[in-house]
């Protein structure tokens, strides 16, 4: 016995028959390096492209949606129907009574005599036992036919019976034509490019395709159609790399991780679930949420306390998404939020702008890539001073644009760049050399324009109202030697300009939120001004542009409000998110409110930001029911009587109940309702397409 419990047989064969020497056994052969699971096919890729996407109203997950109708259907209580069902079987049953019994007489056996022949009517012929039986289950038939659908038999069955029991099975999609599978790329064998579809169909079969792959090929045929791009030359890049043709600048295909659900087809990324709240109209309730560029077009504000899950819920996976239609050409990308805050990996993007961190590879250009001095000293004015400009709709801050610009001009003329931080800081104090030296050398090359410009400046330095000792206060926040290696004109480090949104770029940048708050929150109005300013020049505007603020606290502004209202005509939108409007000035908010077509409400809203969202969602006319109990007084003694015996059995005096109906105008949402009313982890959204569809304020729950 060995050791492991088995006997050993070794010594039972008195002659033990010799294996014939040979060659070792050799292993099979692999035929993929170990631990590397096999090739999958692309038979879920396929799945997901042909998958059903009905048109939906706005905000609705279309990926295997099903529609229910715009209106609830009437629900009978389950009460009712039950008695109902039982009352038509009895009054069936009574009626088949009488008519079996003669009670009604023989009238119904008319058309029975008229059917059997005489030869029939032979005492036990069993022919007309069988017609007689038959005749009488057919009338029984009819009878339980017409109580049926009295008593609404068929949805009892529906909602107790065996198809409420067993789960719905999916139904079986049939195999498209091939004319119109999207696998088999038509609209490329329609226009003559049979060969780059036949490529792409293959590569799409053996699961050498992805969803972003698909959507990137899609945008490049798109430029075919509009001319941006020659179809032999589209046909060759096809057929030379296949599912990988027409690849993003970076090389990339994918996002290292994703977190939230995709659908690139439709563009849409999903959000949560609607909830089944009677609030909601029917058409929703239960639908996935899930935003796109149409509904990102008209920009969306998110306001919620900390921990509400502004970031985690809608920030990140909004900047995912669009990462994903940078890769496949289709949009451009800015994200912008405090260090550490989860906005995605660096790998994600393609420039990560760390101010403040010595290990940043990319800059961030101050005058946002132009060289006109008139358009840098806006941008700049904006974001230094915009938060102290009267907060009212018509104000700006041009005077403090006119001191940039009278410093700015010069400087340029004589050193080709604008100036440094530190340079700035000096002119706008007003010290001695660097205007001196402006001024000389402006003499020596004539420019008596500019130098009029310098002379303006120097005039109004130290008069009461000057606005350049405030803009030197606020440069000087950016200078300080945590930044002292950013904002360089010099041109020795890799200045990031938003001038670069004409391209399929994916961008984030972390600002400095502990230790310098206000720098950081001075920056996030300088990105802003930026983005809105060079939106507004770009030359295709056929790719959507965006930026996401990750806080929005001090960065609306009047000049601020003025831009969002011109991105929708530009293809582009922002996403902001605040703790509170309280953030907002108050002239500011209505405004801000406006000029976001998509608004959402947080659970753990303060009734005062509530009563914001209230206004600004409006009144709905509604159907209101007054119920009315009446005591029903009794005049007669045996009445009194019946009433007191009413009374001991119920333990309540009879009464006569009148219903009221009539129909009066309410709040969407109260802002009662706004700040106790929405559960956690949920929100009120309302959406606004580009095309000008709405969506009115749905209860949703995030978590879904």
Not at 3 to 17: C, E, F, I, K, L
Not at 461 to 485: C, I, N, Q
Not at 609 to 638: L, S
Request: glycine fraction near 10%.
């Amino acid at each position: 016995m060995d050791s492991d419990g088995t006997q050993d047989t070794r010594g039972t064969h008195a002659n033990p028959v010799p294996r014939p020497a040979g060659p070792p056994e050799v292993p099979p052969r692999h035929t993929a390096a170990p631990g590397v699971p096999p090739r999958p096919d692309g038979s879920a890729f396929l799945t997901w492209l042909r998958a059903p996407r009905p048109e939906t109203p706005p905000g609705v997950w279309r990926f295997g949606h099903r529609p229910r109708p715009q209106e609830e259907p009437e629900l009978i209580p389950a009460r009712q129907l039950v008695s109902g069902a039982v009352i038509a079987f009895l009054v069936g049953w009574l009626i088949w009574s009488l008519l079996w019994n003669g009670y009604l007489g023989g009238w119904w056996l008319l058309p029975l005599y008229a059917m059997i022949p005489d030869s029939w009517a032979q005492p036990h012929s069993i022919a007309s036992v069988v017609v007689v039986y038959a005749y009488y289950v057919l009338i029984a038939l009819v009878i339980m036919t017409g109580v049926g659908r009295l008593g609404r038999w068929g949805e009892i069955w529906r909602r107790y019976g065996p198809p409420a029991w067993r789960p719905a099975a999916p139904r079986a999609e049939r195999p498209p034509a091939p004319e119109q599978d999207p696998a088999e790329w038509p609209q490329l064998r329609a226009a003559g490019a049979a060969d780059a579809a036949e490529r792409l169909a293959t590569e799409a079969r053996a699961g050498l395709m992805r969803d972003v792959d698909h959507a990137r090929i899609v945008r490049a045929w798109q430029g075919v159609r509009t001319g941006r791009h020659t179809l032999a030359a589209f046909t060759g890049a096809v057929l030379k790399d296949g599912a990988a043709a027409c690849l993003h600048p970076s090389g990339e295909r994918d996002l290292p991780a994703r977190l939230a659900r995709h659908d690139l087809l439709t563009g849409q990324v999903r959000l949560g679930t609607t909830a089944d709240d009677p609030r909601n109209p029917y058409a929703y309730r239960g639908a996935g949420l899930a935003l796109g560029p149409d509904l990102l077009g008209t920009s969306l504000l998110a306001v919620g306390p900390a921990g509400s899950g502004k970031t985690g819920t809608v920030v990140r996976p909004l900047a995912e998404s669009l990462c994903l239609h940078a890769l496949a050409g289709r949009a451009a990308v800015v994200v912008v939020g405090a260090a550490g805050a989860g906005l995605g990996p660096a790998d994600a993007y393609d420039v990560v702008v760390r101010i403040g961190n010595p290990e940043s590879v990319y800059d961030l250009d101050l005058y946002g890539g132009t060289s006109d001095p008139d358009e840098a000293a806006a941008v700049l004015a904006e974001a230094l001073v915009g938060d102290l400009a009267d907060p009212h709709p018509g104000s700006d801050s041009r005077r403090s644009t006119t001191v940039l610009a009278q410093l700015l001009g010069p400087f340029r003329a004589v050193h080709g760049r604008f100036p440094s931080v530190p340079e700035l800081r000096q002119l706008l104090d007003g010290t001695p050399g660097p205007l001196e030296e402006l001024r000389t050398a402006l003499q020596g090359s004539g420019q008596e324009s500019l130098l009029r410009e310098l002379d303006a400046r120097e005039r109004q330095l130290g008069h009461p109202g000057d606005v350049a000792a405030v803009l030197a206060d606020r440069v000087a926040l950016l200078d300080r030697p945590a930044f002292a290696g950013f904002f360089d004109t010099s041109g020795q480090s890799k200045p990031f300009s938003l001038k670069a949104l004409d391209h399929p770029v994916r961008v984030r940048i972390d600002l400095p939120e502990r230790g310098h708050a206000d720098a950081s929150r001075m920056l996030a109005r300088l990105v802003l001004a930026q983005f809105t300013a060079s939106v507004a020049v770009r030359e295709d505007r056929s790719l959507f542009a965006c930026l996401v603020l990750d806080d929005a606290t001090g960065v609306v502004t009047p000049e601020a409000v003025r831009g969002i209202q011109r991105l929708r005509s530009g293809n582009a939108g922002v996403v902001l998110t605040l703790r509170t409007l309280d953030d907002v000035p108050r002239p500011l908010r209505g405004p801000l409110l406006g000029s976001t077509g998509c608004r959402m409400a947080l659970s753990g809203l303060t009734p005062w930001d509530g009563q914001d969202f209230a206004e600004v969602w409006g009144k709905e006319w509604t159907e209101a029911r007054d119920v009315t109990d009446r005591q029903i007084i009794a005049e007669t003694p045996a009445g009194k009587a019946v009433h007191m015996l009413r009374r001991v059995i119920t333990g309540k005096a009879p009464t006569a109940r009148a219903v009221t109906v009539r129909q009066v105008e309410r709040e969407r949402w109260s802002a009662s309702e706004l700040a106790h009313g929405v559960p956690p982890g949920h929100a009120v959204l309302s959406l606004t397409t580009v095309k000008g569809e709405h969506a009115p304020p749905l209860l949703v729950d995030l978590r879904g």
